[in-house]
C-alpha cells in the first residue's frame, strides 16, 4: 500500500522557522517528482514547491522562493521542506504528494499520489 506521511507542522510566530517531513513507502518513487502543496482557508490548493531526484532540479512558487527549500533523501524516499521566515499568510495544510516523471510539475493533476497533509499555523 502506498502511503505518504507528513509531519514536522505546527504553531510558529511569524519571522520562525519550522521542517516538514514526508516518509513516502509502498513502492520505489525513484523516478518520481516529489512535491508540496499548500492549502489555505476558503482557498484552492496550490502548488509550493518539488524536486525530482536527491540533489536534482527543484521548483519553487515564487511567493516561497529564498524562503522554503526542499530537498530529498532518495535512499529513504523522505522529503523534506525546510520553511525559513515564515509568514502568516504561510498558513496552511501543507501536503506532500508525488508525480512520474515526465508530467507538469506544478499542476496538482500531475500528482497521483498525495499525503493526508500537515497544519501549519504562523502567527503574527
Known amino acids: 500500500q502506498v502511503q505518504l506521511v507528513e509531519s514536522g507542522g505546527g504553531l510558529v510566530q511569524a519571522g520562525g522557522s519550522l521542517r516538514l517531513f514526508c516518509a513516502a513507502s509502498?513502492?520505489?518513487?525513484?523516478?518520481?517528482?516529489m512535491g508540496w502543496f499548500r492549502q489555505a482557508p476558503g482557498k484552492e490548493r496550490e502548488f509550493v514547491a518539488t524536486?525530482?531526484?536527491?540533489?536534482?532540479?527543484?521548483n519553487y512558487a515564487d511567493s516561497v522562493k529564498g524562503r522554503f527549500t526542499i530537498s530529498r533523501e532518495s535512499a529513504n524516499d523522505t522529503v523534506y521542506l525546510q520553511m525559513n521566515s515564515l509568514k502568516p499568510e504561510d498558513t496552511a495544510v501543507y501536503y506532500c504528494?508525488?508525480?512520474?516523471?515526465?508530467?507538469?510539475?506544478?499542476?496538482?493533476?500531475?500528482?497521483?499520489?498525495w499525503g493526508q497533509g500537515t497544519q501549519v499555523t504562523v502567527s503574527s
Open positions: 504528494a508525488a508525480a512520474p516523471r515526465g508530467r507538469v510539475v506544478v499542476l496538482q493533476a500531475s500528482y497521483n499520489y
Open positions: 509502498g513502492r520505489s518513487f525513484s523516478n518520481y517528482y
Open positions: 524536486i525530482w531526484s536527491s540533489g536534482g532540479s527543484t
